[in-house]
């Protein structure tokens, strides 16, 4: 599993203020560079450079974080995120070569910014993420999903983008409130290769766990990517953090993966056989799945 370091963004308590500095002059490159060279160490294949919407100042603070970042970890490559396409496109024209593509993170399947932003993928050969957020917002199910994701890379197919070089989000939810969601985006992941082979995946894994109490979130997320994985996901934006999460994608932890993926395949273990860390994977996959009924206590039952 390919990690997209997700800790680089404009609401970190550790470097938001840097983004959110106008004056060159004034800003700090020190904490920056430190959050990233700790991402290559934890592990993170990618940084992901998220600026949020940027609208006063987006067009020149990407470019400087783009090369405060790439001084600090050359050759690593980067997604750059912002709601603002003049700052993607401002980034992107100073990224310099890396060990894999950059990727334009993200292009929503909605024409009036598909149509601006895939000729920037064109033209810095950059990969992108194609974003399942359609002109009504979150599809109902895997089959809107599909609708969209046949549009938005027809379209880039007739730009000349290979499949190859698109990274498809079908959008993961909160299991608190959106359970059902979670489920349709795995069988979503079960389409795509047929539907646009070559393609890869991936998702902003931590929104599973949005709204559940902090010690919980490292598990759901933990379980959920090895669902994905099972049904060819390729990649998460993942907290550089969790290093149990790390190790699995690594394959360093097998045997949950064994645990898990024997249980979407049928073979459901006695529970109460199993040490308590497979426990809780286990009551975690049950409540993912819908088997069991949410409640923030699901690990104590």
């Avoid at 938001?16 to 004034?26: I, M």
């Avoid at 006063?56 to 603002?84: H, I, R, Y």
Wanted: glycine share 6%; net charge negative; aromatic share 6%.
């Amino acid at each position: 599993m390919i990690l997209f370091g997700e800790s680089l963004n404009v609401i970190s308590t550790i470097i938001g203020k840097e983004f959110k500095q106008a004056d060159p002059a004034k800003r700090n490159p020190v904490p920056i560079q430190e959050e990233v060279v700790r991402q290559k160490e934890l592990g993170m294949d990618y940084i992901d450079i998220n600026l949020g919407p940027a609208k006063k100042f987006g067009t020149e603070l990407m470019p400087w974080v783009v090369n405060v970042v790439q001084e600090a970890v050359p050759g690593m490559p980067l997604l750059l995120d912002s709601s603002n396409i003049d700052a993607i496109e401002a980034g992107l024209k100073v990224c310099k070569p890396a060990d894999q593509p950059h990727v334009i993170n993200s292009i929503m399947a909605r024409p009036e910014r598909y149509e601006k932003m895939v000729p920037l993928a064109v033209e810095y050969d950059a990969d992108f993420v194609a974003l399942m957020w359609g002109p009504d917002g979150l599809p109902r199910d895997e089959n809107e999903r599909a609708a969209l994701a046949v549009e938005l890379l027809y379209f880039a197919n007739e730009a000349g983008i290979a499949n190859e070089k698109i990274w498809v989000d079908g959008i993961v939810t909160p299991v608190n409130i959106q359970q059902q969601q979670l489920m349709s985006l795995m069988n979503f992941q079960m389409m795509l290769e047929d539907m646009a082979p070559g393609s890869k995946s991936t998702c902003g894994l931590s929104n599973i766990s949005n709204g559940p109490p902090e010690h919980l979130r490292g598990i759901l997320n933990q379980t959920y990517m090895v669902m994905l994985e099972k049904y060819g996901m390729k990649a998460v934006i993942s907290d550089p953090l969790d290093k149990q999460l790390t190790a699995i994608a690594k394959g360093e932890r097998q045997d949950i993966v064994d645990l898990i993926y024997g249980m979407m395949d049928g073979n459901v273990p006695d529970i109460a056989s199993l040490d308590k860390e497979m426990q809780d994977y286990a009551k975690t996959y049950k409540v993912i799945m819908g088997e069991t009924l949410y409640s923030d206590s699901w690990l104590e039952i």
